[in-house]
């Protein structure tokens, strides 16, 4: 079973420039989530969607933050403009629906603004 | 809103003792409790879960047990080994979705 694809895996930008993260989920898996790991810290859920719908984007700054799965598999999640705080990994998770059970991590993009 | 506190944040150990990382929650309708382990660089790794109906889960040196009515959880790890040094994780769930504690930085010193 092939795993959770996250690109890129590394980024560098400056301040106030724009980036975007891409994730293809496991086959099969209708639950999709974003997180954002700050260096020393915790997963921090962004964005939760189930199938292309968002179920929980209750810490999503929506100011600069936008993500969306249009057609219920691969997701895509976008900062515009970056801020030096937004440096950080993130992380894309999967589940089989309504599980959270099967809940399997990609490696990440580690994106530095400076 | 839900929260997951875990302690240490540091823990360092000799090699061969044992290790032990608590967690609370304050979500009463989690009823799903994973551990993770993350090394440097790479995605967290689950090493054992528990689910609310048992109080106690045993795998090889690693065990969890969980206490619903305090709302609280624990990672032993017995017999400890340098490779055993990474970063763990708690999260408690329920409703789809995982809330993560923390951190541990462990270290085993050989």
């Known amino acids: 079973e092939a795993g959770v694809a996250q690109s890129p895996r590394y980024k560098i930008i400056e301040k106030r420039q724009s980036v975007a993260f891409w994730c293809n989920p496991i086959?099969?898996?209708?639950?999709l989530y974003w997180y954002q790991q700050i260096l020393g810290q915790g997963p921090k859920l962004l964005i939760q969607?189930?199938?292309?719908?968002?179920?929980?984007d209750s810490q999503l700054p929506k100011d600069r933050f936008s993500a969306e799965r249009l057609k219920g598999v691969d997701s895509t999640l976008k900062i515009q403009p970056a801020k030096l705080e937004d440096s950080a990994v993130y992380l894309c998770?999967?589940?089989?629906?309504?599980?959270?059970?099967?809940?399997?991590f990609g490696s990440g993009t580690r994106l530095t603004v400076v | 809103g839900e929260n997951v506190e875990q302690h240490p944040s540091t823990l360092s150990v000799q090699e061969g003792d044992s290790a032990v990382i608590k967690c609370t929650y304050s979500?009463?309708?989690?009823?799903?409790f994973p551990w993770y382990k993350q090394e440097l660089g790479k995605r967290p790794q689950l090493i054992i879960d528990?689910?609310?109906?048992?109080g106690e889960k045993k795998d090889q040196r690693i065990a969890v047990t969980l206490n619903k009515t305090a709302k609280h959880f624990s990672l032993h790890i017995t017999e400890t080994q340098p490779e055993d040094s990474a970063v763990y994780f708690c999260?408690?769930?329920?409703?789809?979705?995982?809330?993560f504690g923390q951190g541990t930085e462990l270290s085993v010193k050989p």
């Open positions: 998770a999967s589940s089989p629906a309504g599980q959270i059970y099967g809940y399997t």
């Open positions: 086959s099969g898996h209708a639950t």
């Open positions: 969607f189930q199938n292309n719908g968002v179920v929980d």
């Open positions: 979500d009463s309708a989690s009823n799903y």
């Open positions: 528990i689910r609310s109906n048992v």
């Open positions: 999260a408690a769930g329920g409703w789809g979705k995982l809330i």
